[in-house]
């Protein structure tokens, strides 16, 4: 939160250690707040995530480890609350580092519905719980066991990375521009990067097939915030591991490869987080993958491996990237780092819930009236996979909605949208025409 922000009374600033402000307290400047996410409306996707999805997931991962009879308590536990729907607080068995923060976070939710709780805050705690339960931060055995590992390690093995990092030979001798064309969307489409990868030095027509998707398209601004020069620091704050990962980290290369950044800052999850989001361990699963790979990839991953060792990546971890709360609630720490930087790009879908705020915004709301708290240039790439979307015209809006597809959450649909933070925003290209 910025200084000049008003703070509810009692309030503390998140540090990582203690307890920071209440989810959902918090407002953007201007009109009042659009209402908060909530899971309670039967039918809605949230409902869906909460009723369906948690439980099959405690599930595959009890499935997953041989754990023993204490993790398979806790997680019998953990799904009676899900199927009675009472929110129960954090042991102390499993919550040593972060009890004080989550007993402020919780504290209007704990014996209350999940459903009543904001969607952003039940699925944050859900998956705090998980961990907690299989003993990820406990002193046993399975202390610091990612639960998630074997479900990303097998996407990362699969034949269709193998198959994108031979596509990357396509590209390896394409003029610069379109080449970082290509790179940009195989980052923003993450699971069906191939699409972007296919855009070869043939031409325009093969980019045809990225295009219908997007429905709003801010990359020219962006990579004027990225001229070619060799000063320019930029963050990247990664959303999934595996798969998703491997394009972001092509896309680093190419701009440390072609002077739009001399140093990149990789953030990632201190802690294993909605299945694949992705954490150091999965940064270095992926760079192994790339320098094993024959061809461009393989020079691709060298290069990258040798900029880590040198310091022009680095990776970083923060413990806000596993709290419940927006970005305009960011520590001050987290907060000058990304004001150091000429642009901070925030990938993925959860990214961009926490970045505009939860809320069910109207649609052509501006993404630069919402972002108008950072501190510095920020660009949002990310597949729409839940209901908050902003910054839409409302031609490519009314297009959207009479087609009658469920655009907002199938993933088919995506974004890539640039605001100067405290400066004015450019805007959007329109849409409309490739939504037809």
């Known amino acids: 939160m910025d200084e000049n922000t008003p703070r509810a009374s009692g309030e503390a600033p998140f540090d990582g250690t203690g307890p920071g402000p209440i989810p959902g307290s918090g407002s953007i400047g201007g009109p009042d707040p659009a209402p908060v996410v909530r899971s309670n409306v039967p039918g809605s996707f949230p409902r869906g995530v909460l009723a369906d999805r948690h439980p099959a997931l405690i599930r595959q991962v009890r499935d997953a480890f041989p754990y023993g009879r204490r993790q398979h308590e806790a997680l019998d536990i953990l799904l009676r609350e899900i199927t009675d729907d009472v929110v129960g607080p954090l042991t102390p068995a499993d919550s040593d580092h972060d009890q004080e923060s989550w007993a402020a976070w919780g504290r209007e939710y704990f014996g209350g519905s999940w459903y009543d709780a904001p969607f952003l805050w039940a699925e944050n705690y859900f998956y705090r719980r998980l961990l907690g339960a299989v003993g990820y931060f406990g002193t046993g055995p399975w202390r610091g066991v990612d639960p998630f590992a074997p479900f990303k390690r097998a996407e990362l093995r699969g034949e269709a990375v193998g198959e994108e990092l031979r596509a990357l030979d396509a590209l390896a001798d394409a003029p610069a521009g379109q080449r970082g064309t290509a790179l940009l969307h195989a980052s923003l489409w993450g699971n069906r990067a191939d ?226 933070g405290h400066g004015p925003a450019s805007s959007g290209t329109s849409a409309a025409a490739r939504m037809r």
């Open 195 to 420: 699409l972007g990868f296919r855009i070869s030095a043939a031409g325009p027509v093969a980019g045809e097939a990225v295009a219908p998707g997007l429905v709003a398209d801010d990359s020219a601004a962006l990579w004027r915030l990225l001229p070619v020069t060799t000063s320019a620091t930029v963050a990247v704050v990664a959303d999934n591991a595996g798969r998703e990962l491997i394009p972001d980290l092509v896309l680093i290369d190419h701009l440390l490869t072609h002077g739009h950044a001399e140093r990149v800052l990789l953030h990632v999850k201190p802690a294993p987080y909605f299945v694949s989001d992705a954490m150091t361990a999965d940064v270095v699963d992926c760079l192994r993958r790339l320098v094993e790979a024959p061809g461009e990839a393989g020079r691709i991953g060298r290069r990258l491996w040798t900029a880590m060792a040198g310091g022009a990546v680095e990776v970083r971890t923060h413990p806000f990237f596993c709290a419940p709360l927006p970005y305009q609630e960011m520590p001050d720490d987290l907060r000058q780092e990304f004001a150091g930087a000429a642009l901070t790009l925030v990938k993925g879908d959860l990214n961009y819930r926490r970045l505009v705020g939860d809320r069910r915004w109207n649609a052509t709301e501006p993404f630069a009236r919402l972002t108008a708290y950072f501190p510095g240039a920020v660009a949002a790439l990310r597949t729409l996979k839940s209901d908050v979307v902003v910054g839409l015209e409302q031609e490519t809006l009314d297009t959207l909605e009479a087609s009658g597809a469920a655009w907002r959450t199938s993933g088919t649909h995506a974004l890539i949208q640039c605001a100067h």
